[in-house]
């Protein structure tokens, strides 16, 4: 991938973010609260119009690039919002093209950032691979910053049926927001379709949940989305989201 606004940043394990404010009670946890339930059943561009009132270019938006829904909110409240695309190294070619369709599409500000030198001794569908290669990547990437910006849906995973609009992130110690929490699947597909966005090709060849090659396979229309994803073992979540 090339491109003016992109910029692949090589990573390690080794960054904290020791430096970022941190939620853990008091008047911000307090606020955050109170923010989401005045945001509990607002539209996505008013999640995300809040968060970048409130951070103030301290935030990424941080996309798994399943789909543009996310991306096309975000572009529509701030073109300039950065984009974060966690690149393992092993996603599926069609992929990195539809990043890249995108991408050109909006004229996205996005980083795009690979593992660093540990993950070389982690490979795909290895224990620690997503420690390595995502975990890793986007804490530094976090780093400095205050707040960052998922597409966690409650449907998309039973541990993801409590997940706030707005709230505290154990993982990396921010505030994390989710403007499209309580959207369901037909929620997505309906935006889908009113603005046109071009979908993954991959959705319309079973892949329900799209991570990486190795440990993703198609499932049928009648079983968990969630169920094509490390098939053949208990891991349900990469340790992105808690």
């Given at each position: ?185 037909d929620d997505v597909a309906g935006y889908e379709r009113d603005h046109e966005l071009p979908r993954h090709p991959l959705l319309e ?38």
């Amino acid at each position: 991938m090339t491109g003016d606004n992109q910029a692949r940043q090589q990573t390690s394990a080794g960054g904290t973010g020791a430096d970022r404010t941190r939620p853990g009670g008091g008047a911000l946890d307090a606020e955050l609260a109170a923010v989401d339930g005045e945001l509990a059943t607002a539209p996505p561009t008013a999640v995300i119009a809040w968060a970048l009132r409130r951070f103030d270019g301290r935030l990424v938006v941080a996309s798994s690039f399943q789909d543009a829904v996310l991306v096309d909110v975000a572009v529509a409240v701030d073109p300039a919002v950065e984009i974060v695309f966690l690149d393992t190294g092993a996603h599926f070619p069609e992929t990195y093209a539809y990043v890249e369709a995108l991408r050109h599409r909006y004229g996205l500000n996005l980083t795009v950032v690979a593992p660093g030198p540990d993950a070389a001794a982690w490979p795909c569908g290895s224990e620690r691979c997503c420690e390595h290669r995502k975990v890793a990547p986007l804490r530094a990437v976090l780093a400095g910053r205050e707040a960052w910006i998922t597409g966690v849906k409650r449907v998309d995973a039973p541990s993801r049926a409590d997940a706030p609009v707005v709230g505290t992130d154990p993982v990396f110690g921010l505030v994390k927001v989710n403007p499209l929490a309580t959207w369901t699947d037909d929620d997505v597909a309906g935006y889908e379709r009113d603005h046109e966005l071009p979908r993954h090709p991959l959705l319309e060849r079973g892949y329900r949940s799209i991570g990486c090659a190795p440990t993703t396979r198609p499932v049928g229309p009648d079983d968990d989305p969630r169920a094509g994803r490390w098939p053949g073992s208990t891991k349900t979540e990469c340790g992105l989201h808690r």
